[in-house]
């Protein structure tokens, strides 16, 4: 699709409209990274504990720390690569809720009895049914359409010789709707993520960060952000999903395709 799109492969020096949109968009996500870095320099009782790790951190090798440039480098990369992936699950999470009342009654009632201080120390300790809806969220409406992964060995899988060096393809999607694997796979059920429900589950089985030591090194951070945001939310508003349908493109990860219309109203 992309070629027929752009059949010529312009030089990156070319300023195309999408190179100049890319070109200002690192320049302002890398000014606010080294303004984050520079707050932190300033006050250092500044609660940042992202900041605080990568300038104690050193190279294991060296023993030297890491650069402002370096440091401000990994900021944007943990700025940038959750912003669609969260927004989306979250987008699934709150149309899911809007389609169960008695789900988001029961999330709305936990954010909503949450300590303040053990929310800030422990976002996902606090809210263990608000990490189910989560995780079902993702089973369901996660951005990750499939993984990839490069053979080390030769090796069989279910009869068939898979050589060194090719490179196999894991359907996230498929998997997280595969019916010898999840009971009733296409309806919400926060639930199956309790602990006795995950307990009895194959750890390849949800995969919506990938596995093994290639697994997404941005899973805490992404999560523990989703909580906090969701309940947020749910602590003040009530959704109420007008369409029966969530529906998706992937373009690269898995996004609505268009908005996903919704009755607000406030919590009393």
Known sequence: AARGRA???????????????????????????????????????????????????????????????????????????????????????????????????????????????????????????????????????????????VARTDMEVDGHLVTSGSQLVVGVYALHRDPQLWTDPITFNPDRFSPDDSRSRDRWQFLPFGGGPRSCIGEHLALTAAALELAAVLRDVEIVSTTATFPISAPLTIVPDGPIPAQIRQRL
Not at 24 to 33: K, P, S
């Open 7 to 149: 059949p010529v492969k312009l030089p990156r020096w070319v300023p195309t409209p999408a190179r100049r949109h890319a070109v200002a968009f690192n320049r302002q996500a890398h000014d606010l990274a080294a303004d984050i870095l520079h707050a932190c320099r300033r006050d250092p009782d500044r609660d940042a504990p992202l900041v605080r790790a990568m300038l104690e951190a050193t190279d294991p090798d060296t023993g030297r720390p890491l650069s402002d440039e370096d440091i401000c480098h990994e900021l944007v990369i943990f700025l940038a690569s959750g912003l669609e992936t969260t927004a989306t699950t979250l987008a699934y999470a709150l149309w899911a809720l809007g389609r169960h009342p008695e789900i988001q009654a029961r999330a709305a009632a936990e954010a909503r009895a949450a300590d303040e201080t053990a929310l800030a120390a422990d976002p996902r300790g606090t809210l263990p049914y608000t990490m189910c809806v989560l995780q079902e969220a993702l089973r369901l409406g996660g951005p990750t359409p499939a993984i990839m992964r």
